[in-house]
């Protein structure tokens, strides 16, 4: 994880000073609020990643001696048939859609979308 903290932190630092000079050539005071909160979130992901890298035992991506079959083992469950990713994809497009042609649409999609990821979040947690 050291490394994924790393590369958020150049990404915020980079940031600050890319609304430093967007700041001054521009005056832009939107752009520039959108640029300091994208570099306090780029800083806020790396600390989080670097203190949890310090509490726990580095993984084989973060270690110099480590060989490929020391990352192999299990990664998780991935449900091989499940159709419920592509309702709630349908669901997130409905929304999207109900943004552009009217409010009643996004309520439609966003009801569509809590139903679904429901479904898919419970799916192997139903009875016999």
Do not use: C, N, Q
Request: overall charge negative; glycine content about 14%.
């Amino acid at each position: 994880m050291k490394v994924e903290g790393k590369l958020f932190a150049i990404l915020g630092v980079f940031l600050f000073i890319v609304t430093a000079a967007y700041w001054i050539l521009s005056g832009d005071p939107t752009g520039t609020t959108v640029l300091f909160l994208a570099g306090g979130l780029g800083v806020m992901i790396a600390y989080y990643l670097l203190f949890t890298a310090h509490r726990m035992d580095p993984r084989p991506e973060d270690r110099t001696d480590a060989e490929i079959a020391d990352g192999a083992g299990e990664l998780g469950f991935f449900s091989p048939h499940s159709y419920w990713p592509v309702t709630v994809a349908a669901g997130a497009a409905v929304t999207g859609l109900g943004l552009i042609f009217g409010t009643w649409l996004a309520l439609i999609g966003i009801v569509i979308v809590v139903v679904t990821a429901t479904g898919l979040l419970f799916e192997y947690y139903v009875g016999r």
